[in-house]
């Protein structure tokens, strides 16, 4: 590796400024100290570097002793995309089923509660909402990250969670900019395109963020997504006319503009890391999102460096780099006077969210006797079917999609733990489409048959309706055992089957609490 400049002058601060790295390990790493000292204005946070409250705390803590003003974001969306626990589930539901419920004050209040937890260890950017509109129901990466598939719903639930969540102090962040539902590509691993023409844009994915900036948003994710219809040659992060002229320009937004992660292959496989992240910030990006996959100095150094070089070989201007930075440290102001607006006794912030006020740190997160999470989770629930709960312990077969890099596959989904608690005895497989093809559904049917013995089987299932191999195995072990109990933890578009149909419009844990309370007659 070269450096190209050696110091902490203007440009090499600024440079450092519009980067949002993550880091290896729990504690901060020395290098990350030193460079928050040279510029560096705002560090990320993957489940990696999470074990237990008090732990994030302290390491925030340590990076603050450093620099104050630090913005330490975090993507917590609550639901399946979850960091502050990684490790067992969240304890909130996710957008989509908020958006089933369609309770703007539940919707604010969820937001709230999350805020105030990531408040109280020190985390004051949160990359959500996804103000995605999931109109493709077969997307593989947005879905229950969702509020939904209608736009007006999405528009009005992406505000009251940019409410709620401001008004716990802590700056939120509408993605994936113009719009991420409309994609049958993950783009983690390649370049999605999105072909409708203006006006579908218009009144289907641009409502929701057109909500967000109304409702004081205070930060706005880019998404890797080509629309021709847009910008024909390039993607969103990397698009003037989007960011400038769309998000800017048209939508009026003043806030800042963050990408999607830059390690993602939509950028890397096309531009490269570091020549994708110049050009970012020179189409009007402010801050260049890195760290879900390299975490190491090298890296920020590499692209403080490209920021560096771009400027001096004129492909960023100066001033675009530093009216960056300047948006930056505006949010990082804006984060540290909302901190001390929500201590006791504070006077409410100005510039959280319209007609909120922040809230003290200590307020508790529940409605009535049960956690503001577990009351959603029990609100978005939807149970068909003539089947009866069971009183005694049933089999769980739990078969298993290929998780999306964002939700990742260290977090634990389904009903077995509860029903394990509530129904001693419970036992749980795990199955997957390893092997599986037109000729192996009785195969895979009969190992759970054989596994089961002659407990009721209860089917965990998510986005039955993309996984035709899951779809056949069910089906079969329906035709077996009509009281099989069916959950759908993903989105809920194929047909309810089963003696007892549960959707639950989200695999996370609270989700799947609810979910064994019906099946074992305790809700």
């Not at 997957?432 to 049917?445: E, K, R």
């Not at 079969?476 to 959950?487: C, G, K, N, S």
């Amino acid at each position: 590796m070269t450096t190209l400049l050696s110091g902490t002058d203007t440009l090499t601060r600024d440079a450092l400024a519009v980067l949002q790295p993550g880091f290896a390990g729990d504690t901060p790493p020395d290098w990350v100290l030193r460079r928050i000292g040279e510029g560096l204005s705002s560090v990320a946070l993957f489940g990696r570097n999470i074990r237990t409250p008090e732990q994030i705390s302290a390491l925030t803590t340590r990076l603050r002793a450093e620099r104050d003003d630090l913005l330490v974001a975090i993507d917590e969306e609550g639901g399946d995309v979850t960091r502050l626990e990684v490790r067992h589930g969240s304890s909130f539901p996710g957008n989509y089923a908020l958006g089933t419920v369609d309770d703007l004050d539940l919707t604010r209040a969820v937001a709230r509660e999350l805020g105030r937890r990531l408040a109280a260890c020190g985390v004051n950017f949160n990359w959500a909402p996804s103000a995605d509109v999931n109109s493709n129901r077969n997307n593989p990466v947005i879905g229950v990250r969702s509020f939904g598939a209608d736009p007006e719903l999405v528009a009005r639930h992406t505000a009251a969670y940019v409410d709620g969540l401001q008004s716990a102090g802590v700056a939120a962040c509408a993605k994936h900019f113009p719009g991420h539902g409309d994609t049958a590509v993950d783009s983690h691993h390649a370049m999605p395109r999105i072909d409708v023409d203006l006006d579908t844009l218009h009144a289907r994915d641009l409502l929701p963020f057109r909500a967000a900036v109304a409702a004081g948003s205070k930060a706005v994710m880019s998404a890797h997504i080509l629309l021709p219809a847009l910008d024909p040659n390039r993607p969103a992060t990397l698009s003037p006319q989007i960011l400038l002229g769309l998000l800017r320009e048209e939508l009026g937004f003043e806030g800042l503009i963050v990408t999607d992660g830059m390690d993602m292959e939509a950028i890397v496989a096309t531009y490269g890391i570091e020549r994708g992240s110049a050009l970012a910030i020179a189409a009007g990006a402010d801050a260049i999102c890195v760290g879900g996959g390299p975490s190491d100095e090298g890296t920020v150094l590499r692209l403080r460096d490209a920021l560096v070089a771009a400027v001096r070989d004129g492909e960023l201007p100066e001033e675009r780099l530093a009216d960056a930075a300047a948006r930056v440290r505006a949010l990082a102001d804006w984060t540290l006077r909302a901190r001390g607006a929500a201590e006791p006794g504070a006077e409410p912030q100005e510039g959280t969210a319209p007609g909120t006020t922040s809230v003290t740190l200590s307020a508790p997160g529940a409605t009535g006797d049960a956690p503001v999470g577990l009351v959603a989770a029990r609100r978005a629930l939807r149970v068909t079917g003539p089947g009866k709960p069971l009183d005694e312990a049933p089999y769980v077969a739990a078969f298993t999609p290929v998780a999306n890099i964002a939700v990742g596959n260290q977090t634990p989904w389904g009903v077995a733990p509860e029903l394990e608690r509530l129904l001693p005895g419970t036992e749980t497989g795990a199955y997957n489409s390893a092997g599986i093809d037109g000729t192996d559904t009785a195969a895979l049917t009969g190992k759970v048959l054989a596994a089961a013995g002659d407990r009721v089987i209860v089917a965990v299932v998510r986005d039955l309706h993309r996984h035709a191999w899951m779809a056949d195995a069910l089906d079969a072990i329906l035709a077996e055992r009509p009281t099989t109990v069916v959950v759908e933890m993903g989105v809920n578009e194929a047909e309810p089957r089963g003696a007892l149909h549960i959707a639950t419009h989200g695999a996370a844990r609270v989700c799947g609490t609810a979910a064994a309370e019906v099946i074992a007659g305790r809700a």
